[in-house]
């Protein structure tokens, strides 16, 4: 069931801000999710401060996890050994108001009017709430929030209270530890949700606190990580807190004062975390280090990076007002579309704009779900956000998967191949999915990490990255494709043993998705001149990548999926809806000897790859796939809807990217509960860039194909291509591009672009391109007796 785009009342429509104007209970955890601030670094979820009204509220630190010993069943050589998982720090965002002796909150009090918003425009929380207390008196309180971007590790909160009559006011505010908390392992039911652990994981290291101020430190209990926290506490009256409490699990401090008629009362709650590893020192503001020997030196550094309230919202409204003049994608016309797709955007910055050398979880820091770890997502459907938006934040992405080379490399001699072998999903760099058949045969990563590597080095035109990070990745990386990988007796390359990103069909031979990006990843290494690369390395490189074999059935003219998917028998279609997720009703056997998708493969491949097949070979794995992908991952719609849009199927394309649009806000995948899926939002600016603007990269020129909906009046965004800022413009029946030359930093030396083959100049003043409606193709017709033998594999390119 649809939640914002069903009730514009509850939730009105403002092209910068997500609203709720009415309190509804039972959705209480998604929009915690949709509500919450974050910085990449340091993520709030959108919970209301009163204890009773929280469904999965915490706070989270990007890399800040605990690790454990993986029980195996039944164990094998290679297995992952560490789990790792997201730990809930110490969560400031909890108050405790009582007016008259009644604790306000949701649940029980009688509410006169409510109101809560996030501004995409500053990234600032705010929620009022007009009570009618048991007393007689009408009672309002204001909480607002934000994070800090230059201080990261900053939280500012300001909760105020006013009313229509002299009342007694009795506050309490909180910093609770959530992750010792007891509550319901949700994993048991569902492996896409956070588990817990089973012992204590924070233990207090330093607990120190009085006349409103709190400096506490703990560590985790075998990561040996550490986290610091300072938080200090002002109001607008002259009262001191009436006590302040000190525990490992809870601390507090109180305010009992009374507040007349029409008095505000504010109390501003600023807040700072500091994190350091088992034997990292910790590093002050000023840069000082210091061995912290029992908490005493992270609480310091914790106090010593406080600022003020006003200060955080300050550099959280500077940071957007920068953001969005060279981040925001425009949809005129459609002002339901226009707010979804800026709170995609306003998440991705939240996820990713200070994370600083890190990697980006599967929820960013919005919540605990995928334990926080880090997959191929980043770089397929992150990086090209980042890379066209904020190149130095795609450079800190790939040099966190740089510095993870020492294990891959060791990774590698565990799996028996060469060079390095990435782990599908990780925090510190080890591999944590115990199910390898879904997790570690994805050998695919490696070949995301090449590509994103070669986009960015092609988009930026860094002139360091490929000496100090991008030749690394795409040399080990190839070095492990050949030695995986093996020719065969007919002369081809073949890859076997391996899942591609589809995990309903899974260790499968000649994976098409996964050769055609090796392929990629061993030319882009071929092509290197590089000290570092072995003699006869790069024609071997060069042979496999010209010689690997490709499915490619005969009968259907179409490529397969993988050597046997075309053999596999069909899907039952008459399946009900309540039984998908297909992965939470059938065992995983069941649905691998079926021929049903839980996210595109082929076509994903196609649209990476794009100069490496015909128009006539993408429309007809198109038609074949798109009918039998179920969604079950969130990571499919953009993906589906950008090649409708490149086949020309219009209407498709709209409903697949409307689809994935609204995947959070509409919690259509019904666990948006445990974060924002921000892979998806990248994909929401890929379907807006690449799909209806049709842009490809990696080719001669940067090059446009546009695809605009009949419905939308115009579509507008800009990109950071090689020091300069390419504002694009898409209307009905043209393109309009030009430089944005006169802003500081970017170049105003004009740059050679295409637009359906026509090479441009385009500088400072702007390029219009007039556009033909692009027909719409009639649909591939496949013979209706499916083969039952097995198929052959061949290579491209296929004319």
Not at 176 to 198: F, I, K, T
Not at 209 to 234: F, M, N, P, Y
Not at 336 to 342: C, G, K, N
Not at 633 to 646: D, F, H, K, P, R
Request: overall charge negative.
């Amino acid at each position: 069931m649809a939640l914002i785009s069903s009730d514009r009342l509850r939730f009105p429509c403002d092209p910068w801000k997500l609203v709720e104007n009415i309190h509804v209970p039972g959705d209480a955890g998604t929009l915690e999710t949709l509500f919450c601030v974050g910085n990449g670094h340091l993520g709030v979820r959108g919970a209301h401060w009163s204890a009773g009204d929280g469904d999965l509220p915490g706070t989270f630190i990007n890399g800040f996890h605990e690790v454990w010993d993986i029980k195996h069943a039944e164990n094998a050589f290679g297995f992952a050994r560490t789990g790792q998982r997201i730990v809930y720090v110490p969560d400031a965002n909890n108050f405790a108001v009582v007016i008259d002796g009644e604790q306000l909150n949701l649940s029980e009090s009688v509410v006169a009017d409510y109101r809560r918003t996030v501004d995409f425009s500053t990234g600032i929380y705010e929620c009022s709430i007009t009570w009618q207390c048991r007393s007689g008196a009408t009672v309002t309180t204001v909480e607002r929030r934000a994070v800090g971007f230059e201080s990261r590790g900053s939280l500012g909160i300001e909760l105020t209270v006013t009313a229509d009559r002299y009342v007694s006011v009795d506050i309490t505010s909180t910093l609770l530890n959530r992750q010792d908390q007891p509550v319901e392992d949700h994993s048991e039911h569902d492996p896409r949700r956070s588990g817990r652990h089973a012992g204590r994981v924070l233990s207090p290291l330093h607990l120190q606190g009085a006349d409103g101020s709190l400096r506490l430190a703990w560590r985790t209990s075998e990561s040996r990580q550490r986290i610091g926290v300072a938080v200090d506490h002002w109001i607008s009256s002259d009262h001191q807190p009436f006590e302040t409490t000190v525990g490992e699990d809870e601390s507090t401090v109180r305010y009992v004062l009374p507040i007349g008629e029409g008095e505000e009362f504010r109390l501003e709650k600023s807040v700072s975390y500091v994190v350091a590893g088992a034997a990292e020192p910790v590093v002050g503001v000023e840069g000082e280090s210091t061995v912290d020997d029992g908490g005493e030196g992270l609480a310091a550094a914790a106090e010593e990076a406080l600022i003020p309230v006003r200060e955080v919202f300050a550099q959280s409204t500077a940071h957007y007002r920068r953001y969005w003049s060279s981040a925001d994608v425009i949809v005129r016309g459609q002002p339901e579309l226009q707010q979804a797709v800026r709170w995609s955007l306003f998440q991705l910055a939240q996820a990713t704009a200070r994370a600083g050398v890190a990697g980006i979880p599967a929820k960013g820091v919005s919540g605990s779900g995928y334990e926080g770890h880090y997959f191929w997502d980043q770089e397929i459907y992150l990086l090209p956000y980042l890379t066209y938006t904020n190149p130095a934040g795609a450079r800190q992405v790939l040099e966190s998967r740089h510095a993870m080379l020492p294990d891959a490399r060791i990774r590698a001699k565990e799996l028996s191949v060469e060079g390095a072998l990435f782990p599908w999903r990780t925090i510190n760099g080890l591999e944590a999915s115990a199910y390898y058949a879904a997790g570690t045969a994805q050998f695919h990563i490696a070949a995301a990490i090449a590509f994103a590597a070669n986009r960015y080095e092609w988009a930026s035109g860094d002139p360091g990255f490929r000496t100090e990070v991008g030749a690394d990745l795409l040399i080990e990386t190839a070095r492990m494709w050949l030695s995986l990988g093996f020719f065969g007796k007919d002369g081809m390359f073949h890859i076997h043993g391996v899942t591609g990103p589809d995990e309903y069909t899974a260790v499968v031979n000649d994976n098409l998705y996964t050769n055609v990006m090796a392929r990629f990843n061993l030319r882009a290494a071929a092509a290197l001149d590089h000290p570092g690369i072995e003699p006869n390395e790069q024609d071997l490189w060069a042979q496999a990548a010209e010689r690997m074999a490709l499915p490619y059935d005969e009968h259907l003219h179409v490529h397969s999926q993988d050597n046997d998917f075309m053999t596999l028998e069909p899907w039952d279609w008459s399946t009900p809806r309540s039984k998908y997720p297909l992965l939470l009703n059938f065992h995983p056997l069941v649905i691998y000897r079926h021929q049903v998708l839980k996210q595109a493969d082929t076509v994903l491949a196609m649209f990476l790859q794009w100069q490496d097949f015909t128009p006539e070979e993408k429309q007809r794995a198109f038609d074949f796939y798109d009918p039998i992908t179920t969604g079950d991952s969130t990571l499919s719609a953009c993906v589906q809807g950008i090649m409708a849009a490149e086949v020309g199927y219009a209407g498709v394309a709209l409903k697949h990217f409307t689809e994935a649009l609204f995947i959070d806000l509409d919690n259509t995948h019904l666990n948006t509960v445990d974060g924002v899926h921000i892979a998806s939002t990248g994909g929401i600016w890929s379907s807006l860039v690449c799909g209806f603007a049709g842009m490809r990269d990696q080719g001669e020129v940067l090059y446009f194909d546009p695809r605009l909906p009949k419905e939308w009046e115009s579509l507008s965004f800009k990109l950071h291509l090689r020091g300069r800022q390419l504002a694009v413009e898409l209307a009905s029946g043209r393109i309009t591009l030009v430089l944005n030359g006169q802003l500081e930093g970017f170049s105003q030396e004009p740059i050679e672009v295409a637009v359906r083959g026509q090479r441009l100049n385009v500088g400072s003043q702007p390029v219009t391109v007039a556009l033909d409606d692009v027909a719409v193709p009639p649909p591939s017709v496949f013979p209706s007796n499916m083969p039952t033998a097995g198929i052959p594999v061949i290579g491209l390119p296929r004319s």
